[in-house]
C-alpha cells in the first residue's frame, strides 16, 4: 500500500469533511454559529443556540460525512487493497474530521470533530461503538458535562480499539495493527486536543453544564 493511497484517502476525507453542517444550518437561518455561544461549528454549540431540531441535523450532518468518506475509500480501494483496505478507511475517516474542525474556506475554524469521530467509528469499528455511546450517555446524564462524555468517548474508543485489535477480534491484516494503532491514536489526541479547555475547565470545576444558559467556550 503506497503512500500516495493514504494522502487520497485523507483528501477525500478532507473534501467530505468541508461540509459544515451547523455552519450551513445556520447561515440558513441568517446566523453565523460561530458569532454565538462556544463560537464552535459543531452539534453541541447549534443545539445550545438554535434548538434540538438544528442540533439534531448538525449531529447526522456530521455523523454522516465520516460515513460517506470512508464508502467512497473502500469502493475505490477494496479491490486494490483487500487486505490493508480497513487502514485507507481510517485515513478517510481522519480527513473527514480534519476537514470538519479546520477547514479552509471557514478560516479553518470548525467544530470538534465528536460527530465525525462517531460516524468513523460506526462504520470502521462498529464493535466499540457501544460501550462509547454508553460512557457519553452516562457521563452527560450524571454530569450533564457534554465535553466530558465526548472525552470519554475519545478514550475509551482508543482502548477498545487496541484491546481488541490484540485479541484479534477485528478482522484486519496482523500487519496493519501497528498503522492502525497509530491513526487510531490520532483521533483521539484530536479529540482530546481540540476539548483541552474544557479539560481546564472541568479540573477547576468551572464547565458549563448542560442546559444552562451561560456560554460554554
Known sequence: MVIVSRVICLAIGYVFGLFQTGYIYGKAHNIDIRDHGSGNAGTTNTLRTLGWKAGAVTFIGDLAKAILAILAAWLIFRNQYPDSVKSLEMYAGLGAVLGHNYPCYLHFKGGKGIACTSGFILAVFPLTAPICLVLFILAVAITRYVSLGSILVAVSFYIQLVVFGQLGIFRVNPECLPE?????????LLALW????????????????????????
Open 194 to 217: 481540540k476539548h483541552r479547555a474544557n479539560i481546564k475547565r472541568l479540573l477547576s470545576g468551572t464547565e458549563n453544564k448542560f442546559g444552562m444558559s451561560k456560554k460554554e467556550n
Open 180 to 188: 492502525i494503532y497509530a491513526v487510531g491514536a490520532v483521533f483521539s
